[in-house]
């Protein structure tokens, strides 16, 4: 009987170990929370007839400062355009910055569209953008201290649909990303890729700011067009003709442009449109 106290000890060390394991990990989650659930206090606007923008920005790979930087870019020009600066929560992984943003996973990102989809009416429009590197059918997932998972596209699509918000406009910023028009297109939704499913698509480095979609799309072609289809359009160009300049083959970015969701985007862009591009309502 002597004998089995030592072996009693160590299983019950073990169990306090796992059990304050446990506990770390409820906690850590709770502290994501809490920094999602503070974006989202701070929400502003009265309804809106034509329907609010809400913005939910997803930087993947905190190794390299560009996704980071991409997505904060995105938060920007959406709210410029749409109005939604004061509804937008951002999920960054981004080595500089370990506390400051809530750290982008499948979990956070469940959980924001969750969160926000309970304070959308059901006339709002989601504006999610996603940055990071690309495989086939999903996107990274990575930062200091944590193990890199893939995120799918049939997951976001999953998740999407749990969160019940039905106007979205998907923007993937990543290798390969064209794999995710399928999984999430249909009449409500808008879907814009960096990249063909076959193909790579160039600029990320922790050398740089932004990828050449975001160079294009964020910083560029958003804000000088009304319409969201015109930008698509105008930094498909920009980003081919680049391409070929520096002999990479073209990414050729994708865009799949829901019926439904297109004609509702048009009322609001109308009515968010810069003095500066009113006047020519064709751009």
């Not at 994501?32 to 034509?50: K, N, S, T, W, Y």
């Not at 923008?53 to 790979?61: D, S, T």
Request: hydrophobic share 40%; aromatic share 8%.
């Amino acid at each position: 009987m002597l004998k089995a106290r030592p072996l009693l000890s160590w299983i019950l060390i073990a169990l306090a170990a796992s059990g304050a394991r446990a506990q770390d990990s409820v906690d850590a989650v709770q502290a994501q929370r809490a920094l999602i659930d503070a974006q989202i206090a701070r929400f502003e606007g009265v309804p809106d007839p034509h329907g609010r923008v809400y913005f939910l920005g997803f930087a993947g790979v905190g190794e390299e400062r560009v996704f980071a930087e991409e997505i904060q870019l995105a938060a920007k020009r959406v709210g410029e355009r749409y109005g939604s600066s004061m509804r937008s929560v951002l999920l960054l992984n981004d080595r500089r910055d370990l506390t400051t943003w809530p750290l982008a996973s499948q979990s956070s990102l469940q959980y924001a569209l969750r969160e926000i989809g309970r304070v959308m009416n059901r006339e709002d429009v989601l504006f999610l953008a996603l940055s990071s590197h690309g495989s086939r059918g999903a996107i990274s997932v990575s930062n200091t201290r944590m193990t890199e998972q893939g995120l799918s596209a049939r997951t976001v699509a999953k998740l999407l649909e749990e969160s019940g918000i039905q106007w979205r406009v998907v923007v993937v910023s990543a290798c390969f990303s064209g794999s995710f028009v399928k999984p999430l297109a249909n009449n409500h939704t808008i879907v814009i890729t960096a990249a063909a499913k076959n193909r790579t698509s160039f600029g990320c480095s922790d050398q740089r700011d932004l990828t050449y979609f975001g160079e294009a799309f964020y910083r560029d072609a958003m804000s000088h067009s009304t319409y969201l289809r015109v930008a698509f359009e105008a930094a498909r160009s920009d980003i081919r003709e680049r391409e070929l300049a520096e002999n990479f083959m073209p990414s050729q970015p994708q865009g799949y442009f829901g019926l439904l969701m297109e004609e509702k985007l048009r009322g609001i862009e109308q009515v968010h449109a810069p003095l500066h591009l009113r006047p020519d309502q064709g751009r």
